[in-house]
Nanobody
């Protein structure tokens, strides 16, 4: 099954930046649908972005789309979440997740206009981001 390993979390002051990494098991990297979610204490898990490793336009949450970007390193089966202008409200555990074949997954997310955690079968362990 798909394995996902996140890294790159930490503590940063408001206005700062972090880059989170999600390494995807090689067998499943091509045409994968990868999402980033976050969960703050006492809150529901929130979708941040869904992207395809085959190049489809990412689908972003309104709360972050003007501040953050995604990129990928195909040679290392890794996708990145670049977070700029961080605010205390961004404090959460951040997860990457895999949602199956990219075209189907992306179509479902864009058609529904929502990123549902239940649509993603495989999850990383999470990485803490704290903004003060």
């Amino acid at each position: 099954h798909v394995q996902l390993v996140e890294s790159g979390g930490g503590s940063v002051q408001a206005g700062g930046s972090l880059r989170l990494s999600c390494k995807v098991s090689e067998t499943f990297y091509t045409k994968a649908c990868i999402a980033w979610f976050r969960q703050a204490p006492g809150k529901e898990r929130e979708g941040i972005v869904v992207m395809s490793t085959s190049g489809d336009t990412p689908y972003w949450a309104d709360s972050v789309k003007e501040r953050w970007t995604v990129s990928q390193d195909d040679a290392h089966n890794t996708v990145y979440l670049h977070m700029d202008n961080l605010a205390p409200d961004d404090t959460a555990v951040y997860y990457c997740a895999e949602g199956g074949e990219a075209a189907i997954c992306m179509s479902a997310v864009k058609g529904a206009g929502v990123m549902r955690p239940a649509a993603f079968a495989y999850w990383g362990q999470g990485t803490q981001v704290t903004v003060s």
